[in-house]
C-alpha cells in the first residue's frame, strides 16, 4: 500500500515527484503530497484526493528545488486528510520524512516522544519518525557526516512492523537517506541524477537500471554517489539490475484505462510467458529449477499460498498438477496459512504466487514455510522483488507492468506458467502419457490466438453489462475447474463495480444458496468441461425456473435451455479454459463500472500492491 518517490539530481524536482505519484497511485489515492528542500529549509505542500489535487495546490509549480520525497496514501492510521498526508516534518520542521508500511509500536513511541515535550499533529504512525530522528540527531554529539545517518539507524532500530522511508533534511540539502524492511524500495541511476521509488512503473520512464533494496539496508543517495550500508553502517557494494520492461507498457496507450489495456494485452501476456519454456516434442525448460525425478517423488503434498485473484490462479494449478502429476495439492489464502500452524516439513513443496512479489501475507507465509523444513517456490511478475529472494526457487511470469489494481493479466499468465510448471513435473515423474502432456502443450501455444478471438466478441458482452448495470446482487455458477472462474469472475465484478456477488459450485445452490434467487436477478454460469455440461445446465436450469436472469460462458455444444446470453469462446482442453473463460467475465467487470461512471483503474479503498497485513 502506499506509493513513495524521490529525486535528487540537477533538473526541477516537483515535475519528476508528480510523475512518479501519478504513474504509484493504483498503490493508493487517499492524499498526496511532496517535500522539498527550497532556500535551505523544507517546504511541504500536500491535500487530500487525489494527486491532481496536489498538482492544483498554488505555487507548486514555482518551486525550483533539485531534491524531494512525495508520496502518495492508502490510509491505515487516520482518516484521508491534509494532515494525514505524507510527508510529515518533526517539530522544528528539520526533516521530512514520507512511509510506506506500518509501525506497530507507534502508540509507545508517541507516548515516549510526548515525554520528551514533542508535540503531534496527525493521527498517523508515520509522525513519530521525523521526531525521533530529530530526537536521535540532537542526542549525537559527534558532528560529522555520518550524523544524519546515524540519527536515521537509531530512529529504524525502535520500529516495530514494516517500512520503506525516505528521510531528507533541510541541514543536509543535497542528500536524501532511504532504508526498507517488509515494504518494496527501488532505486533508479542516471547521469548526475538518481530517483527513488515504491514500485519500478514509477521511475521507469527515466532509467531502466535499478537497484534493489534488502531488508535493513539503509542508502545515502546524492546527484552523484549512492552508498549502501547495513544495520551496523557498514559500507558495502551492491549490484546493478537493468529491467527490461518497455516504458510505454506502463502507459495507457490510447486506450480509455489501464484495465481495458491490460485485458487486450494478455495475448502478448501469455506469449511471453510461455516463451521458450514450452515447445512440442520437447521436454519442458525452467532453467532456473534443478528438479530432480528422486526429489519429486519424495513429495507428499504440494502447497499453494496467494491472496485474491493469485489464490484463484492457484485454485486452477492444483487442478492441473494434481490431474497430471498425482500430488495432492492443498490451495490456502495466505493470511490464514500463516496462523494457523499448517503441516508442513521437508517433503512438502510449497508454492507462492505474487504479482508485485511484495504482497506481506504472502511472503510471512513464505519465511514460515522455510522455518519448518520445506521447499518454497516463488512466482512472481517483477524481477528481484522481495518473495523471489526469500524463495528458494523462483520463475516469473512476464506480463509487464500491471498498473490496473483489478488484475487480468497477470491471473492469466499464473495460471499459463503453473499448467507448465505442472507439464515440467509430470515429465520429470513420468506421471502422465506423452500424447496428453503433448495434447496440452498444443493447447496452451494455441492460446494467444484463442484469446484473440474472444477479444474480438465484444458486443454481446457490452449488451450484457448495459442490461445489467444497475442491480445489486449477482450469483456466478461453476463446477469443477469452472468453480474457480465463478470465484474469480464474481472478485472482478465486487472490485470495480461495487455489486453485491457470490460464487458458488453449481452443485451447491440446492443446499441453500437457491434461496437467493428472485425474479430477475442475474445469474452468470461457466461450462467449459465436457463430462459436466448436463449437470451444469440442470443447475443453471433451477434458477431460471425461478426467474434469473442468465448468462452462460460455455465452449461446448447447448441445447436450448432459454439462457437469456451465451457467450461462445473456443475450445480447449478443460485444465487452462480459465484462461478462456476469465476474459469475458473480465471485460463484463469492466463495461458494467464504465456503465456506472465509476473510476475502474482505482476502485475505492482498494490499492494494487498490498504490502501490509
Known amino acids: 500500500m502506499c506509493g513513495i518517490v524521490g529525486y535528487v539530481g540537477e533538473k526541477k524536482a516537483t515535475p519528476i515527484l508528480i510523475n512518479g505519484l501519478l504513474k504509484l497511485e493504483y498503490r493508493g489515492y487517499d492524499s498526496a503530497g511532496i517535500a522539498v528542500i527550497e532556500n535551505?529549509?523544507?517546504?511541504?505542500?500536500?491535500d487530500k484526493g487525489r494527486v491532481c489535487n496536489l498538482e492544483s495546490i498554488d505555487g507548486i509549480d514555482k518551486l525550483a528545488s533539485t531534491i524531494g520525497i512525495a508520496h502518495t496514501r492508502w490510509a491505515t492510521h487516520g482518516k484521508p486528510s491534509k494532515e494525514n498526508s505524507h510527508p510529515h516534518?518533526?517539530?522544528?520542521?528539520?526533516?521530512?520524512?514520507?512511509?510506506?508500511?506500518?509501525?506497530?509500536?507507534?502508540?509507545?513511541?508517541?507516548?515516549?516522544?510526548?515525554?520528551?515535550?514533542?508535540?503531534?499533529?496527525?493521527?498517523?504512525?508515520?509522525?513519530?519518525?521525523?521526531?525521533?530522528?530529530?530526537?536521535?540527531f540532537s542526542k549525537d554529539e559527534i558532528n560529522d557526516n555520518n550524523r544524519f545517518l546515524r540519527a536515521v539507524r537509531c530512529a529504524c532500530n525502535d520500529l516495530k512492523g514494516s517500512y520503506a522511508?525516505?528521510?531528507?533534511?533541510?541541514?543536509?540539502?543535497?542528500?536524501?537517506?532511504?532504508?526498507?524492511?517488509?515494504?518494496?524500495?527501488?532505486?533508479?541511476?542516471?547521469?548526475?541524477?538518481?530517483?527513488?521509488?515504491?514500485?519500478?512503473?514509477?521511475?521507469?520512464?527515466?532509467?531502466?537500471?535499478?537497484?534493489?533494496?534488502?531488508?535493513?539496508?539503509?542508502?545515502?543517495?546524492?546527484?552523484?554517489?549512492?552508498?549502501?550500508?547495513?544495520?551496523?553502517?557498514?559500507?558495502?557494494?551492491?549490484?546493478?539490475?537493468?529491467?527490461?520492461?518497455?516504458?510505454?507498457?506502463?502507459?495507457?496507450?490510447?486506450y480509455d484505462d489501464y484495465m481495458l489495456k491490460e485485458i487486450f494485452e494478455q495475448p502478448n501476456s501469455i506469449r511471453e510467458t510461455i516463451g521458450s519454456r514450452l515447445k512440442l516434442d520437447e521436454k519442458c525448460d525452467f532453467e532456473d529449477l534443478n528438479f530432480s525425478k528422486e526429489y519429486l517423488s519424495t513429495i507428499n503434498k504440494i502447497y499453494i499460498v496467494a491472496c485474491g485473484t493469485a489464490m484463484h490462479a492457484?485454485?486452477?494449478?492444483?487442478?492441473?498438477?494434481?490431474?497430471?502429476?498425482?500430488?495432492?495439492?492443498?490451495?490456502?489464502?495466505?493470511?490464514?496459512?500463516?496462523?494457523?500452524?499448517?503441516?508442513?516439513?521437508?517433503?512438502?513443496?510449497?508454492?507462492?504466487?505474487?504479482?508485485?512479489?511484495?504482497?506481506?501475507?504472502?511472503?510471512?507465509?513464505?519465511?514460515?514455510?522455510?522455518?519448518?523444513?520445506?521447499?518454497?517456490?516463488?512466482?512472481?511478475?517483477?524481477?528481484?522483488?522481495?518473495?523471489?529472494?526469500?524463495?528458494?526457487?523462483s520463475i516469473y511470469t512476464h506480463a509487464g507492468p500491471e498498473i490496473a489494481v483489478a488484475s487480468t493479466k497477470a491471473y492469466t499468465s499464473q495460471i499459463v506458467l503453473l499448467a507448465i510448471l505442472a507439464i515440467y513435473f509430470a515429465e520429470i515423474l513420468e506421471s502422465s502419457d506423452k500424447e496428453t502432456l503433448e495434447n496440452l502443450k498444443s493447447d496452451i501455444l494455441d492460446l494467444p490466438t484463442k484469446i484473440g478471438i474472444v477479444l474480438d466478441n465484444l458486443e454481446p458482452i457490452k449488451d450484457f453489462a448495459k442490461s445489467v448495470y444497475t442491480q445489486k446482487d449477482m450469483f456466478f455458477l461453476g463446477r469443477g475447474t469452472d468453480y474457480n472462474v465463478a470465484l474469480e469472475g464474481s472478485l472482478k465484478l465486487k472490485e470495480i463495480s461495487y455489486i453485491h456477488s457470490e460464487a458458488y459450485a453449481a452443485g451447491e445452490l440446492k443446499h441453500g444458496p437457491i434461496a437467493l434467487i428472485e425474479n430477475g436477478v442475474t445469474v452468470i454460469g461457466i461450462i467449459t468441461d465436457s463430462s459436466l455440461v448436463e449437470k451444469c445446465i440442470s443447475n443453471i436450469q433451477e434458477v431460471i425456473t425461478r426467474g434469473a436472469k442468465t448468462l452462460v460462458i460455455s465452449n461446448q455444444i447447448l441445447p436450448n435451455n432459454h439462457f437469456d446470453y451465451?457467450?461462445?469462446?473456443?475450445?480447449?482442453?478443460?485444465?487452462?479454459?480459465?484462461?478462456?473463460?476469465?476474459?469475458?467475465?473480465?471485460?463484463?467487470?469492466y463495461y458494467i463500472s464504465?456503465?456506472?461512471?465509476?473510476?475502474?483503474?482505482?476502485?475505492?479503498?482498494?490499492?494494487?500492491?498490498v504490502t501490509v497485513e
Do not use: M
Request: hydrophobic content about 35%; charged content about 25%; some cysteine.
Open 566 to 589: 451465451v457467450i461462445d469462446i473456443p475450445s480447449t482442453s478443460c485444465l487452462i479454459s480459465p484462461i478462456l473463460s476469465v476474459i469475458p467475465l473480465q471485460l463484463l467487470s
Open 594 to 609: 464504465k456503465n456506472k461512471g465509476l473510476d475502474v483503474d482505482k476502485p475505492r479503498n482498494l490499492a494494487k500492491s
Open 89 to 136: 516534518t518533526d517539530n522544528s520542521k528539520t526533516f521530512a520524512v514520507v512511509h510506506n508500511g506500518i509501525i506497530e509500536n507507534y502508540n509507545e513511541l508517541r507516548d515516549f516522544l510526548i515525554s520528551k515535550g514533542y508535540t503531534f499533529y496527525s493521527q498517523t504512525d508515520t509522525e513519530t519518525i521525523p521526531n525521533l530522528i530529530h530526537y536521535y
Open 165 to 254: 522511508i525516505e528521510v531528507i533534511s533541510k541541514l543536509f540539502p543535497e542528500l536524501c537517506i532511504v532504508v526498507r524492511k517488509d515494504s518494496p524500495l527501488v532505486i533508479g541511476t542516471g547521469n548526475k541524477e538518481n530517483y527513488i521509488a515504491s514500485d519500478i512503473p514509477a521511475i521507469l520512464s527515466f532509467t531502466k537500471n535499478f537497484y534493489l533494496l534488502d531488508d535493513n539496508e539503509y542508502t545515502v543517495i546524492t546527484k552523484d554517489s549512492i552508498s549502501f550500508y547495513d544495520n551496523n553502517l557498514e559500507k558495502h557494494n551492491k549490484a546493478i539490475k537493468s529491467i527490461e520492461w518497455d516504458a510505454s507498457s506502463a502507459e495507457k496507450d490510447g
Open 40 to 46: 535551505n529549509n523544507i517546504e511541504v505542500l500536500k
Open 314 to 393: 492457484g485454485l486452477s494449478g492444483k487442478t492441473i498438477i494434481e490431474k497430471l502429476c498425482k500430488i495432492p495439492v492443498i490451495v490456502d489464502i495466505a493470511s490464514e496459512f500463516r496462523y494457523r500452524d499448517p503441516l508442513i516439513d521437508n517433503k512438502t513443496l510449497c508454492i507462492y504466487i505474487s504479482q508485485s512479489g511484495e504482497t506481506a501475507d504472502t511472503i510471512a507465509a513464505l519465511k514460515l514455510a522455510k522455518s519448518k523444513g520445506a521447499k518454497t517456490l516463488a512466482i512472481s511478475n517483477v524481477i528481484g522483488s522481495s518473495i523471489t529472494r526469500e524463495a528458494d526457487y
